[in-house]
């Protein structure tokens, strides 16, 4: 309801604007463009929404807006990925692929609550969160930002970010606009090559892509981002089928579009398709756009275009109607700036959500014994650079990276934070323990410059010690945007300083602080233990030592794949059945670790699975191990003959059940019809009768599972 009389107040504002008035309010400028000046000049002019602008710049920038003849205010957006992370004195949370480590929609909703109040307390509006592309490529350069590699499970965690950021009320001054990105298949470029071409069918597109945009509208989503590469030949930010009659009219969704940046520009000088600004302008507005991020020469293309009878001014009117019915809906002609919660950066609560969930987003993935630690060991060498490097832990969108990179390190890191190092240091000095540090090599060596390296060092540290926690990773150089990788394997000599470390004899727990999944080789299988931490954010250090010495029961789950070797890719769980030999001849077929895979010091047994006539699963679940601990139920299915190919298991279902030593639960869970459809070869979505199989059990691999029949 709240919706139409926006939209209704947004009718009779748009009636009374000029054709310069409402092309300038599709326009969104960047403060890192032209600075200052610049920005006011554009204020004045009309435009609708500003970017990485923060604090006073951003209120005299509203200023100037509200001084304009109808006086509408601008929207402040923000790249607030995994906390208000251009803020230095913001609540950095674990990146979104640690994030869905827990399996946990709560704590991807408390971190956009978190995050909200924090931009909100800025001042600002609207945040480029989240991403609902699919990890599948690790090459790709954006793995961090992504929920992983399983459709359901980003659409789960996509749409508890977003309740989190946008709350009951878009005009509640604590709650942000969410912005679903990057609207379409972005994630699946050919050759893991970020923006580049996506060779995708459109009944794949809806088959894999398109469910956590569903997820995303459903769960009233206020604006949608179009991705950066193109479908059959046609760039997202002009394709009109997917921006417009699917987005619009199939998924009815009601907010508005946002291009990805420069996105109209490069229809001219990146894809080609434009023969200049006039042209692509027509070509991004009449396909869907509705605001146009930091191509600025839109402005006069578009009124070029009107100009000369090109384009009729119902595309830009439906746009701006858009624009003006979110702003009124958020009551910013009232309240024009978010207020948040005054002092709020650094509060306890907030930091105890990203404690929270860098402890549920821990993911000990192989343990021959080793861990926990216990009362016998008296000397621990921690080693590596990455074990106290909070760059490395922090990851990508922070001050240290955006608006502008830092790629020397030179900004200071703000405390509160605790790297591995610390983390472990801070409890062995409070049980009496020794610990040593040792960097021992780069992660990555900068070329044409010696290494600072000493493996002989790390050696001498870890050989007096009882156990050795060795640290290994990715650098903020090796991932992010225009940062893909062809070869996965550990940069520099990180390999080799594993080996020197092996041959100490010592027990070594490998713990992987990294941007994404990475081809570990024997840093993994020959390790003793192997914990994975991706990008944790400020408190990761103590999360990781808390489960290394048994003061937290490791709960995470993998969230993606991890392949053996680059050429293996890919490698995610739910391929198509088929392959010839079903693997390489040089590589075994498992991945190195697997989707859902995950465990703790806790084991969990399943058994009496069934599934009624009408869908509601149960099974039973038994803590088997001698420590309570979290079991996370995964639910997967496959359709036995089909129509069309379907992958060999697909997830429908997930729960989190808490078990005490020796307790068994009956878990239950409603299934849906939905749960067992496809989408046919006419892209049509459709349940089709006959056989399928269930699963249900600890991770994705077939021994983790257990399985029946069932009849639709």
């Given at each position: 309801m709240k919706r139409e009389l926006a939209k209704e107040k947004a009718r009779e504002l748009l009636s009374k604007m000029t054709t310069e008035?409402?092309?300038?309010?599709?326009?969104?400028?960047?403060?890192?463009?032209?600075?200052?000046?610049?920005?006011?000049?554009?204020?004045?002019?009309?435009?609708g929404s500003f970017l990485h602008v923060l604090g006073d710049d951003a209120r005299e920038l509203q200023q100037e807006a509200m001084k304009t003849r109808l006086g509408i205010p601008v929207i402040f957006g923000i790249d607030a990925?995994?906390?208000?992370?251009?803020?230095?004195?913001a609540t950095i949370f674990p990146s979104q692929l640690a994030c869905a480590c827990s399996w946990n929609p709560e704590v991807a909703r408390k971190m956009g609550e978190v995050t909200a109040r924090e931009v909100a307390t800025d001042g600002l509006h609207w945040t480029f969160s989240p991403v609902l592309c699919i990890g599948r490529d690790t090459r790709w350069g954006r793995v961090n930002e992504t929920f992983g590699e399983d459709p359901y499970l980003i659409g789960e965690l996509g749409a508890a970010i977003i309740k989190g950021y946008q709350g009951e009320d878009l005009s509640d001054d604590e709650h942000i606009l969410a912005c679903a990105k990057h609207y379409l298949g972005y994630g699946e470029a050919t050759g893991g090559r970020d923006a580049y071409d996506t060779e995708v069918t459109e009944r794949k597109v809806r088959e894999v892509f398109l469910p956590p945009f569903k997820k995303a509208v459903d769960a009233g989503c206020a604006t949608i981002m179009t991705a950066y590469g193109f479908l059959d030949g046609t760039p997202l930010t002009a394709n009109r089928?997917?921006?417009?009659?699917?987005?619009?009219?199939?998924?009815?969704?009601?907010?508005?579009?946002?291009?990805?940046?420069?996105?109209?520009r490069s229809l001219v000088w990146l894809q080609h398709i434009a023969s200049d600004m006039s042209e692509a302008s027509i070509m991004a507005a009449s396909a869907g756009n509705d605001m146009i991020m930091t191509t600025k020469e839109f402005y006069q293309g578009m009124l070029d275009a009107l100009r000369d009878g090109k384009v009729d001014i119902s595309v830009v009117d439906e746009a701006v109607l858009h624009i003006l019915t979110i702003k009124y809906e958020m009551e910013l002609f009232e309240k024009p700036e978010k207020k948040g919660e005054p002092g709020c950066f650094g509060k306890q609560e907030h930091l105890d959500a990203s404690l929270d969930a860098a402890r549920k987003s821990v993911t000990l993935l192989r343990n021959n014994g080793m861990l926990p630690l216990g009362g016998n060991v008296k000397k621990v060498a921690v080693i590596g650079e990455n074990?106290?490097?909070?760059?490395?832990?922090?990851?990508?969108?922070?001050?240290?990276?955006?608006?502008?990179?830092?790629?020397?390190n030179t900004r200071p890191a703000i405390r509160p934070y605790v790297t591995l190092w610390e983390g472990v240091k801070e409890i062995c000095d409070q049980s009496g323990i020794e610990a040593v540090y040792a960097k021992g090599c780069k992660v990555r060596p900068i070329e044409g410059q010696n290494e600072d390296a000493d493996l002989e060092e790390a050696v001498r540290a870890a050989s007096d010690a009882d156990v050795i926690i060795y640290a290994v990773g990715d650098v903020i150089p090796q991932f992010g945007e225009f940062s893909d990788r062809a070869d996965l394997n550990l940069s520099g000599r990180q390999f080799e300083l594993f080996n020197k470390l092996k041959e100490t004899g010592k027990p070594i727990c490998t713990v992987l602080i990294s941007s994404k999944p990475l081809c570990m080789g024997d840093t993994a299988e020959k390790a003793d233990a192997v914990i994975c931490g991706f990008n944790g954010g400020m408190f990761a250090g103590t999360a990781l030592a808390e489960a290394i010495f048994g003061k937290l029961n490791?709960?995470?789950?993998?969230?993606?794949?991890?392949?053996?070797?680059?050429?293996?890719?890919?490698?995610?769980?739910?391929q198509m059945p088929g392959w010839h030999g079903g693997k390489y001849n040089d590589l075994p077929i498992e991945p190195l670790f697997a989707f859902g895979e995950g465990m703790g010091y806790s084991a969990f047994a399943y058994e009496d699975l069934a599934v009624d006539?009408?869908?509601?699963?149960?099974?039973?679940?038994k803590n088997t191990g001698d420590q309570d601990g979290v079991e996370t139920v995964q639910i997967y299915q496959n359709d036995s003959v089909s129509s069309v190919l379907t992958p060999v298991k697909r997830l429908i279902a997930f729960t989190q059940v808490a078990l005490a030593s020796g307790e068994s639960k009956v878990v239950e869970i409603q299934l849906s019809n939905d749960d067992f459809a496809l989408i046919n070869s006419k892209c049509e979505k459709v349940v089709e009768p006959g056989e399928f199989?269930?699963?249900a059990g600890h991770s994705s691999k077939d021994e983790d599972l257990i399985s029946i029949k069932i009849n639709l």
């Open positions: 008035e409402k092309v300038a309010q599709m326009i969104q400028v960047t403060y890192t463009d032209g600075g200052r000046e610049g920005a006011l000049k554009w204020a004045k002019l009309g435009a990925i995994h906390g208000h992370g251009l803020n230095n004195k089928r997917i921006l417009h009659d699917v987005l619009r009219d199939e998924l009815d969704f009601d907010g508005f579009v946002i291009t990805d940046w420069d996105n109209t074990a106290d490097n909070v760059r490395a832990q922090y990851g990508d969108w922070t001050y240290f990276t955006h608006p502008v990179p830092d790629p020397e490791p709960s995470g789950r993998l969230p993606i794949s991890f392949p053996r070797h680059t050429g293996q890719i890919p490698v995610y769980y739910n006539a009408n869908l509601k699963l149960t099974v039973t679940v199989t269930v699963f």
